[in-house]
């Protein structure tokens, strides 16, 4: 069981990414997925959550209004779009699965995906 968090890279601020989360191993539709993040020298932090279903659970305040959280079915994909970064959403970005229920905890989750670099630049 693998989750892949893809998508990351260079950007800069006010610019915008989609990251994915793709699974193998298990059918990450039947999954509420978590998006995380750390950045150098900090913790890693719940980003948003999102449930089986569809439906986005929550997002961290320093990202409001400005990050999505979608899943695509039929690709068995779960997407972070981010839009007007700012230099401090640098961090690697972890993908998390579990089958109960949506957590900004990353001790709720059992499956992880390595991350995906984001580096907001100029």
């Known amino acids: 069981v693998q989750l892949q968090a893809s998508g990351g890279g260079l950007v800069q601020p006010g610019g915008s990414l989609r990251l994915s989360c793709t699974a193998s191993?298990?059918?990450?539709?039947?999954?509420?997925v978590g998006w995380f993040r750390q950045a150098p020298g900090k913790e890693r932090e719940g980003v948003s959550c999102?449930?089986?279903?569809?439906?986005?659970?929550y997002y961290v305040e320093s990202v409001k209004g400005r990050f999505t959280i979608s899943r695509d079915g039929a690709k068995n994909t779960v997407y972070l779009q981010i839009d007007s970064l700012k230099p401090e959403d640098t961090a690697v970005y972890y993908c998390?699965?579990?089958?109960?229920?949506?957590?900004?905890?990353?001790?709720?989750?059992?499956?992880w995906g390595q991350g995906t670099q984001v580096t907001v630049s100029s």
């Open positions: 998390a699965a579990q089958r109960y229920y949506c957590s900004s905890r990353t001790q709720a989750y059992d499956k």
């Open positions: 999102v449930y089986n279903s569809g439906k986005p659970v």
């Open positions: 191993g298990l059918t990450l539709n039947y999954y509420h």
